[in-house]
């Protein structure tokens, strides 16, 4: 039990960065991104590259870190593959999203994430392999936290949850006392009259894509330390990291962390009562039982 | 000879399920425009509601009512329908991408459902036992296949006549005019909600009478055969052929469905043998390139929707107006 709680939490952690960027891209591009998932298996197989490389380049940064399985150069390839996942996300709005948006309504945008989540997918899968890859291969030891109730926990998993939160907590920082932050909730609230007050709402757009593919990266990366890296991973993601914006309410960025902590404890949880072949179908129950009970989440409000 | 035909009537009758699918699809999106993201669950509840209330007894899995066929098949329809109004129920007054994740919701819980509750569908083996209606008569061969691809075809020509009459009736007008301006309809004392929910309901019994059909052809269902492609591969054809046309639609179900059975066979022929493992990934590249090409392209689909006039009046000279 104390188990499960735990494991939710930490599969919490990385549910919870995805969300925040997909809650942000909802709320001011006002569309269901299908494909959000698939900036976190980007994310993770870059990621996977520059760790090669930088591996290659200098054997000293394939030490590992202290009782980490992850080593100096897979903490490089973090920074790095938060940028270039974002970047791939701001290069896919400007060729795909952007033109959709300019000629059909919302419910296009809402499908052509399907068609995009479809192609990024199959193509990481034709590039990289069907099968999983791991960061690293040597077995990450768990640690016994006690015996009774026995509760196991890796290093890599306390890292994973001390580094989302260390992020969630810098991006609060940045929504809550910049300008930037400012103007970001100025253009969700309403982007025509942030423009009159001389907010770039192309730059702001960019930026949410900056922001939610570099938290995805992240997302990603964690998914893959803590189980592996898949091509589909994405396809494994996309509910659970909805249901999370669902919980929290479309738009709330802490309604989103909230929510993926939610969702993950539970999907832990039901563990306890459910065979583990029905995990998959835990994020679903947990939409409807949030539409019956509270529709606009816990932070969410109504809107048209 | 006898061969490529036999193989066209396997094709024709596919193909025509899935038309039957792209229809019920068209009326959801292209009419009322109501994203549905899990095409697959109500398929795959008229599929296997259709075989575990005709089957026979079998051990391991429910079933075995032995119902008549017909009634077998209303009740795969029904529970498609059933489906439907709780997941519209609960979404359908929200923002419209809750029900576009909601159904994609709908969809993977109802694969994994149907993959782990082996008590009542069969698990991962899916449901066996089915017997084809008719088969004493018509034996399984060739002849089988010729009177059961008549048979989708009489099916789908119902479904077009009936979402044709549908679409020029009072109702049908209420649908555009709800699609095009909620605001305006609900000011003229219609109720959106209630409305958009029948059309949805209604859209998903079309996909689960497809999802039948097709249960019924292979007498076989299995989870392989609620995978989330196939929401691809109906969406890929509605939109290929025009929503808000029916004929188009059915258009896309033939020109898509034969274009993946061709790149299949193709890739099978000629991609070399390491690639063999790929061809799926290939296929899927492509048809969701199909869907975000034809968005950026040609959004109205090959064949557009037709302005209706529900009640064409007297000529009076309005042409030179336009």
Known sequence: MIQHLVDGILVGSFLSLGAIGLTMAMHILRFANFSHAELLSIGAYCALVFDKVFESLSPVLATKIGPLSMTGALAISIILSMAATGLSAVLIDRFIFQRVRQKGEELSMVFASFGMALIIRNVIGLIFGLSGELYSNEIAFAMVLSRDPLLLVKPDQVFVLIAALVLMFALHVVLSRTTFGYSLRAVAENPRLAQVHGINLKRMIAAVWVIGGGLGAVAGIFYGLSFQITPVMGRDLVLPIFAATIVGGIGSVYGAVLGGFIVGIASNLALVILPSGYSPSVPFLMILAVLLVRPNGLFGEARA | ?322
């Open chain 2, 1 to 322: 000879m006898i061969g490529f035909i036999s193989y066209l009537v396997f094709f024709s009758t596919v193909a025509a399920i899935l038309a039957i699918a792209v229809l019920g699809l068209n009326l959801q999106w292209g009419n009322t425009g109501l994203f549905n993201g899990g095409i697959v669950a109500s398929f795959g509840a008229g599929a296997y509601g259709t075989l575990i209330l005709g089957g026979t007894p079998q051990d391991g899995h429910l079933g075995g009512f032995e119902l008549f066929y017909p009634l077998a098949l209303a009740g795969g329809m029904a529970f498609a329908g059933g489906l439907a109004w709780v997941v519209g129920r609960l979404t359908l007054r929200l923002r419209h991408d809750y029900l576009a994740i909601a159904t994609f919701g709908v969809a993977v819980a109802f694969e994994n459902v149907m993959r782990n509750a082996t008590g009542v569908t069969g698990g991962a083996q899916g449901i066996r036992g089915f017997e084809r209606p008719l088969q004493n008569l018509l034996g399984s061969g060739f002849s089988y296949n010729l009177v059961f691809l008549v048979a989708v075809l009489a099916f789908l020509a119902l479904v077009y006549v009936f979402l044709e009459r549908l679409t020029v009736s009072p109702f049908g007008r209420l649908l555009r005019a709800i699609r095009e301006d909620e605001t305006a309809a609900r000011s003229l004392g219609k109720s959106p909600d209630r409305v958009r929910l029948a059309a949805f309901v209604t859209g998903s019994v079309i996909i689960g009478l497809a999802g039948g059909l097709y249960g019924t052809f292979y007498a076989f269902v299995s989870p392989q055969d609620v995978l989330p492609i196939l929401t691809f591969q109906i969406w890929a054809m509605l939109i290929v052929g025009g929503a808000g046309n029916n004929r188009g639609a059915m258009a896309g179900a033939f020109l898509i469905w034969g274009a993946w059975t061709f790149s299949g066979w193709a890739l099978s022929r000629f991609a070399p043998v390491e690639a063999q493992l790929y061809t799926g990934s290939i296929q899927f590249v492509l048809i969701g390139m199909v869907i975000v090409g034809m968005l950026l392209w040609r959004p109205q689909g090959l064949f557009p929707e037709r302005l209706v006039v529900s009640q064409p009046g007297v000529d009076t000279g309005n042409k030179q107006r336009d």
